[in-house]
């Protein structure tokens, strides 16, 4: 199947070069994860408000958080801030198992639904708070973060797995910097990305 021009255009252009990062976006329906409203604009270069304060982030981040993690295809993945379920869509199309935590019920309700709609059943979606992660299935390869916080939140860098990463944004309302941290043997290392703009990661590790 031939790349999408969008994919082209928004990703390959851009920098993202993991090839299998690349076939993941154009193979997820992203029209699929976005209101009735918006889905003429599904494909542009763009977050879009998909209810409740949150949006679905746009295909060029997501694509820059999937290449940070480095995925293989046999890795455990937790994906925090489930939104629309489309991240965790794409990185199922990345990894061996993908579980997404999301606090807002209906956000869930409506992601869960969407997933299975489009053959994504085998994610695992989970209402809780997405600061704190799932330490009952940790640890984990890779861990998501879609929503930004001042630091690393403490319970999802110990989730971390040896040679795990983490890709988080961190900063204040203004200002965020996509960053990557991995656990070597020699501690957590962190790497700065590209400048971002999140909602804020609410719960107990993230801003209140």
Do not use: N
């Not at 255009?9 to 690349?22: A, M, N, W, Y």
């Not at 993945?77 to 379920?85: E, I, R, Y």
Request: net charge negative; charged share 20%.
């Amino acid at each position: 199947m031939s790349e999408p021009e969008w994919v082209d255009r928004q990703l390959r252009r851009r920098g993202i070069v993991d090839e299998r990062v690349l076939a993941a976006m154009g193979a997820v329906p992203r029209d699929r994860f976005v209101p009735a409203e918006a889905r003429v604009h599904a494909y542009e270069d763009a977050a879009l408000a998909i209810g409740h304060g949150q949006s679905i982030s746009q295909p060029y981040i997501v694509a820059c958080i999937c290449q940070a993690l480095s995925l293989t295809g046999d890795e455990s993945v937790l994906d925090v801030g489930t939104g629309s379920g489309y991240q965790a869509a794409v990185l199922a199309e990345l990894a061996g198992s993908v579980v997404s935590i999301e606090r807002v019920g209906e956000l869930a309700d409506d992601a869960r639904a969407t997933l299975a709609a489009t053959g994504y059943e085998r994610v695992e979606v989970v209402v809780g708070d997405g600061s704190l992660g799932l330490p009952e299935l940790a640890p984990f390869d890779a861990i998501a973060v879609a929503a930004a916080a001042p630091a690393p939140p403490p319970s999802l860098v110990e989730q971390l797995a040896p040679g795990g990463r983490l890709v988080v944004p961190l900063g204040g309302r203004r200002k965020q910097r996509l960053t990557l941290l991995e656990r070597t043997a020699g501690g957590i290392v962190a790497r700065p990305l590209v400048d971002v703009r999140f909602v804020p990661l609410h719960g107990v590790e993230g801003v209140g």
